[in-house]
């Protein structure tokens, strides 16, 4: 019977290691690709990086998107019970991508440790570019045009 030494906060990649990218990219994305491509981004990262924090990014993603839904709903609640004028709606808006910006953030600062350990240690990290530039190119709003249907614009985006 062999003791193995670990480090507690050593990342432990698996079979996923193939798919790290610097936490930065899924963290671009999440500004001009929008929630929908950050949050399965950060979670498949947390997994392929074997981060030891993986269970708490796993949570502040969930929360996250459960805030996302309910903040989403209810303003689009107030915007069909005209409790809020156009005007407002709009700046309220500004807050749901301000919510969605600070989850994203806060799982970037927190896979970036691991990230900077499997780095440390040989670890190789893909480029995440192109795929934030097709997602920012495919965007839904993008896709929908001016006059798409507002209600997947919002919760996608």
Do not use: C, K
Not at 106 to 120: D, G, I, K, P, T
Not at 121 to 145: D, E, M, S
Request: no cysteine.
């Amino acid at each position: 019977m062999t003791a193995t030494y670990r480090i507690a906060d050593e990342p432990t990649p698996g079979r996923l290691a193939g798919l790290v990218v610097n936490p930065f990219w899924p963290l671009l994305g999440a500004m001009l690709g929008g929630f929908w491509l950050a949050l399965p981004w950060f979670a498949l990262n947390a997994a392929a990086l074997g981060s030891a924090t993986r269970r708490r990014e796993w949570a502040y993603l969930a929360g996250g998107m459960a805030v996302s839904a309910a903040l989403g709903g209810a303003l689009l609640y107030a915007a069909g019970a005209e409790l809020l004028p156009v005007r407002a709606f709009r700046y309220a808006l500004i807050g749901l991508v301000a919510w969605r910006l600070l989850v994203a953030y806060l799982v970037f600062s927190l896979q970036q440790a691991s990230f900077e350990l499997h780095r440390y240690f040989g670890g190789v990290a893909r480029n995440g570019a192109l795929l934030v530039v097709a997602a920012a190119l495919a965007r839904p709003a993008a896709l929908l045009g001016r006059h798409g249907d507002f209600l997947l614009t919002l919760l996608v985006g």
